[in-house]
């Protein structure tokens, strides 16, 4: 069975600091995967996906991803924060026509 | 450009009260459509999902039922809610050709009180 795993519940960071969200997930194909962001009382708003080739992907707001194959990673980066990325970031795995969320990690930016 | 609508934004209604969500998705056709929750500190939980009007595949067994009486209509009801069906329900669309790439409305809020 499909499942992603999200191991941060709560990570803060300072302003103007790098920034890395881990994503392990569970398929036993090839996974389509995905980034999604939601501020307080939002709906989602999708950062970036990955469906084949390069293992790096970018995505909107600075954000890329590097999809790990061996570790079954899709741990998304920001090499500096902004005070606007403070937000709940929830990482995805899709298969068939759903996807699977992972719990969230939810990211304060400190001044 | 294609758009999602989710009303009412917040929503308080007793228990043993109806519900009826609705969501609508302008701009493209025949979209996947998708209701899910999301229960406070929670991630989301696909309720239900539609591949065509009148097509509703349920993920959970719940209190919670779902409609698509038209191609871009998705409709969340209940005939009677329970205190356990608080929380925020999401809207999303999904575009055949984009397969796996999901929209999401901007959610209701529901409190049962």
């Known amino acids: 069975a499909q499942s992603v795993t999200q191991p941060d519940i709560h990570i803060t960071v300072s302003e103007g600091a790098s920034l890395e969200l881990r994503c392990n997930y569970s398929?036993?194909?090839?996974?389509?995967l995905f980034w999604y962001v939601q501020s307080p009382g939002q709906g989602l708003q999708l950062l970036l996906k990955?469906?084949?080739?390069?293992?790096l992907v970018q995505g909107i707001k600075g954000f890329e991803a590097e999809f790990k194959r061996s570790q079954s990673s899709f741990n998304l980066r920001k090499p500096s924060v902004h005070w606007s990325d403070a937000a709940e970031y929830f990482c995805?795995?899709?298969?068939?026509?759903?996807?699977?969320f992972g719990a969230g990690t939810t990211v304060t930016v400190r001044a | 450009s294609q758009t999602i609508h989710q009303w009412p934004a917040t929503l308080v209604q007793p228990v043993g009260s109806p519900l009826s969500l609705e969501c609508t998705v302008e701009?493209?056709?025949?979209?996947?459509l998708y209701w899910y929750r999301q229960a406070a500190g929670r991630g989301l939980q696909l309720l239900f999902y539609?591949?065509?009007?009148?097509?509703i595949s349920s993920e959970v067994p719940q209190n919670l039922s779902a409609s698509r009486p038209q191609d871009r209509q998705f409709i969340l009801s209940s005939k009677k809610l329970l205190l356990s069906d608080s929380g925020f329900y999401l809207c999303?669309?999904?575009?055949?050709?984009?397969?796996?790439?999901?929209?999401f409305g901007a959610g209701t809020r529901l409190s049962v009180l």
């Open positions: 999303a669309w999904e575009d055949r050709v984009a397969k796996n790439i999901q929209y």
């Open positions: 398929y036993g194909a090839t996974p389509y």
């Open positions: 990955y469906f084949s080739g390069d293992t």
């Open positions: 995805a795995v899709g298969y068939d026509y759903k996807l699977s």
């Open positions: 701009g493209t056709s025949n979209p996947n």
């Open positions: 539609s591949v065509g009007i009148g097509q």
